[in-house]
């Protein structure tokens, strides 16, 4: 377990005052099959489940009951047969007393509890969590999002958000292996190194110093593709290599790191014009970041100062302020500016962004590129979020916008038509917002800015 019993005792407290009435129920995550039984993924434990017991092992599920204050923990010891394959594990009554928990109780009695009671559970994301609730609750899975607790969603956000001092630390403990991850990358992506190559040494680098990745690698050369994975595509000089990738600690905190380097190891002209409009809105981002502050506004500076800076460049045109607000921009730039991040690299995101990121304040945008904003609300000092602006010339989105006029008053098309070959480019940074600003997290800061990505890389390119 990553705190002490009295942690895990104190949350469950706060949750349980936050909630107010009926029973909550948090069930763990089980393992998941990749092709048979027997053949799992790498198990991963349930984030919430995990923040409130810090227990790992599968087959668990509790109860608070928010007016006795009652708390049971459901999930059955492990026979003989088990421990031959697997080894001895901590039995039940072991794992209560250690998350401080009093009562233990076969997960063959968990419906019994739940009779005629009101009972809160979030969301559910994996399939035999669904049949679970539907087993104990009657409610078929295609019901269960919408019936899923508000009060426990505000509750788990509320408490979430704010990171304390150990889980910053756990949170540094990941982005010093994403360090690791992303140095690499930067040394091993020269010509004709294939981008599932660098993808699985990252892999590698995850699993020998954490747990796993925080998702799955991003490395390409197409950088315009967002969410592009390896497809063991050779690199080329002249090309821009972008790899978006992040680690998981062994208790499940992430880091998430972006860096975009020249395959030859130099920028030419065009491509250093273009990252350095996406240096300077990372750091727009980082000056602004501070407690008080929208991070929706934040979001909105930063693409006026990229829409000033693509004017220059000859790709847009007229008045800033009506640009944005238009959207147009968001040919360029079709993401926010950044996410939480915690337990979940994409910070309980399972629970529904417009709870994570937006508030009463705040809301969500339906305009194409703002509308994928996935946090907007006003910063607080322990908040941990991605800052992570960029430039993408995706050849599609402008064949679509030119033929259908789209923002045709704000877009010089005949000049983007040159970059259909260019790719992307995203730099990303964890920080912690503090009392007064905001750090990077980790020891070790990936060079980003042009001049040492281009040293880095002539200094230890493999």
């Not at 509890?113 to 994301?125: D, E, S």
């Not at 019936?147 to 949170?171: T, Y």
């Not at 996406?278 to 929208?294: M, T, Y």
């Not at 991070?295 to 460049?313: N, P």
């Amino acid at each position: 377990m990553l705190f002490s019993k009295e942690t895990y005792i104190q949350r469950r407290e706060c949750l349980r005052r936050l909630v107010g009435d009926g029973l909550i129920l948090l069930p763990g995550n089980n393992d998941t099959p990749m092709n048979y039984p027997a053949n799992t993924y790498k198990r991963r434990q349930d984030s919430t489940f995990l923040y409130y017991y810090g227990l790992h092992r599968d087959g668990l599920a509790a109860v608070i009951d928010c007016e006795s204050g009652q708390e049971t923990l459901f999930g059955d010891d492990i026979d003989i047969e088990d421990i031959v394959w697997y080894g001895s594990v901590t039995d039940m009554a072991q794992m209560a007393e250690a998350c401080g928990v009093s009562a233990v109780r076969p997960l063959a009695s968990l419906g019994d509890m739940l009779k005629g009671r009101k009972v809160h559970f979030l969301p559910p994301y994996r399939h035999d969590t669904q049949i679970l609730l539907m087993d104990l609750l009657g409610l078929h899975p295609s019901q269960q999002r919408s019936a899923a607790s508000l009060a426990l969603i505000h509750a788990v956000v509320q408490m979430r958000s704010v990171k304390s001092e150990g889980e910053i630390a756990e949170i540094e403990r990941a982005c010093a292996i994403g360090y690791k991850m992303h140095t690499a990358a930067m040394m091993l992506g020269r010509q004709g190194v294939t981008d599932s190559y660098v993808s699985g040494v990252l892999d590698g680098i995850a699993a020998s110093n954490g747990s796993i990745t925080s998702f799955q690698n991003i490395v390409t050369m197409h950088g315009e593709i967002l969410h592009g994975v390896p497809v063991g595509e050779p690199l080329r000089n002249g090309r821009l290599m972008l790899c978006d990738c992040g680690a998981e600690t062994t208790e499940h905190y992430c880091s998430d790191h972006t860096r975009t380097t020249p395959v030859s190891g130099s920028f030419d002209a065009r491509q250093a014009d273009i990252y350095d409009i996406v240096v300077d809105c990372h750091d727009l981002a980082l000056d602004a970041a501070r407690p008080g502050n929208r991070w929706w506004d934040v979001h909105m500076a930063v693409c006026r100062l990229m829409t000033d800076r693509l004017k220059a460049l000859g790709l847009m045109k007229g008045d800033t302020e009506e640009a944005v607000r238009a959207g147009a921009h968001a040919l360029f730039m079709p993401h926010g500016l950044g996410h939480m991040m915690g337990m979940d690299v994409h910070d309980m995101e399972g629970l529904g962004q417009i709870y994570v990121g937006y508030d009463d304040e705040t809301r969500p945008s339906s305009q194409f590129g703002t509308a994928s904003l996935r946090m907007a609300r006003r910063l607080e000092e322990g908040f941990v979020i991605t800052d992570e602006p960029g430039i993408y010339f995706i050849p599609d989105l402008i064949d679509h916008w030119h033929a259908e006029g789209i923002n045709a008053d704000f877009l010089c098309f005949d000049e983007i038509e040159k970059y259909k070959d260019f790719g992307g480019i995203r730099i990303e940074d964890d920080v912690l917002i503090t009392k007064d600003g905001c750090r990077f997290l980790g020891e070790e800061l990936i060079p980003y800015k042009r001049a040492d990505v281009e040293r880095y890389v002539a200094e230890h390119r493999m």
